[in-house]
């Protein structure tokens, strides 16, 4: 954002900058609406805002402490969250018939090109907060280098691991009844049964789910934060925790009232993400 301002002027950095905040914060209504319509799904007698309660206070929290903290934090979990994951995909392979991946292109290319662009933003595309992080890695070209070597080889493997999630999902229920299923990943791990001892695992996926949710969320609410900061030249994003909390809890439900709205927002803020490509 100062990048911005410097080199483009108050006037037009300023307008790119508050682009950049709407776009980060549709970004941050979507990841928030997974959490509030999933727990609705899978713990119906909850009170939706339980979530957004419980989810949002530790974000506040992280912020709060420092971009540092969510860094190390991150650090010492997703290894071993990452493990899990594949873990229980791996269990879950004996009950997958590969068969159900047939036919391919059986109606043609337009069902696929419409079902990847939502994917190719939501969730594959959730990586441009990570650009705002590289203004705190060094000035040494070496260090800058590893940045974004260690940026791009963690993009290729959560590309891969979540090609898996589509895939195991594809393989585990035929085609009517993968489109009644709100979210299938989790349905697939139900279906994991080794004797009598290994099954209903579905409690595991949630935590990794809530998790890795959780920290995309709060990276991406941490640069609107950082954002607001720059903008008007204030303070720190911490000082801003709060009241951006406040705004995204507040009015996640009634700019996204229903999950199927979900998908349909998912299309407009891909070819809204598209012009900061250009």
Same mark, same amino acid.
Request: hydrophobic letters at 55%.
């Given at each position: 954002t100062v990048t911005l301002k410097k080199f483009w002027g108050k006037f037009l950095g300023g307008i790119v900058n508050i682009y950049y905040l709407i776009f980060f914060y549709i970004l941050c209504l979507l990841i928030v609406s997974d959490v509030y319509y999933f727990g609705k799904i899978t713990m119906p007698e909850t009170p939706p805002f339980v979530f957004l309660i419980f989810f949002l206070i530790p974000a506040v929290y992280g912020v709060k402490l420092g971009l540092e903290v969510i860094a190390r934090l991150m650090e010492?979990?997703?290894?071993?969250?990452?493990?899990?994951? !594949?873990?229980?995909?791996?269990? #879950?392979?004996?009950? =997958? +018939?590969?068969?159900? $991946?047939r036919p391919i292109m059986s109606e043609g290319i337009r069902p696929i090109i419409a079902g990847a662009i939502p994917n190719m933003n939501f969730p594959y595309g959730q990586i441009l907060p990570i650009a705002f992080l590289y203004?705190?890695?060094?000035?040494?070209?070496?260090?800058?280098?590893?940045?974004?070597?260690?940026?791009?080889?963690?993009?290729?493997?959560?590309?891969?691991?979540?090609?898996?999630?589509?895939?195991?999902?594809?393989?585990a229920f035929d085609q009517y009844t993968l489109q009644t299923l709100k979210f299938p990943p989790f349905s697939t791990i139900r !279906?994991?049964?080794?004797?009598? #001892?290994?099954?209903? =695992? +579905?409690?595991?996926? $949630?935590?990794?789910?809530?998790?890795?949710?959780?920290?995309?969320?709060?990276?991406?609410?941490?640069?609107?934060?950082?954002?607001?900061?720059?903008?008007?030249?204030?303070?720190?994003?911490?000082?801003?925790?709060?009241?951006v909390a406040v705004i995204i809890g507040v009015s996640m439900p009634f700019f996204i009232p229903r999950f199927d709205?979900?998908?349909?927002?998912?299309?407009?803020?891909?070819?809204?993400?598209?012009?900061?490509?250009i």
């Open positions: 010492f979990s997703l290894p071993s969250l990452a493990s899990v994951f !594949v873990l229980l995909f791996i269990l #879950v392979m004996p009950k =997958l +018939d590969y068969q159900k $991946l203004k705190y890695v060094k000035t040494d070209s070496t260090e800058g280098n590893r940045f974004i070597r260690y940026t791009f080889i963690g993009i290729f493997f959560s590309t891969i691991l979540l090609s898996i999630r589509a895939l195991a999902a594809a393989a !279906v994991i049964e080794i004797g009598d #001892v290994i099954e209903r =695992l +579905d409690p595991i996926f $949630l935590g990794i789910f809530y998790i890795t949710t959780f920290f995309k969320f709060i990276l991406t609410y941490y640069v609107i934060c950082q954002i607001f900061s720059d903008l008007f030249s204030a303070g720190q994003p911490k000082d801003f925790a709060i009241p709205i979900i998908v349909q927002t998912i299309v407009p803020y891909f070819f809204l993400s598209l012009l900061i490509f």
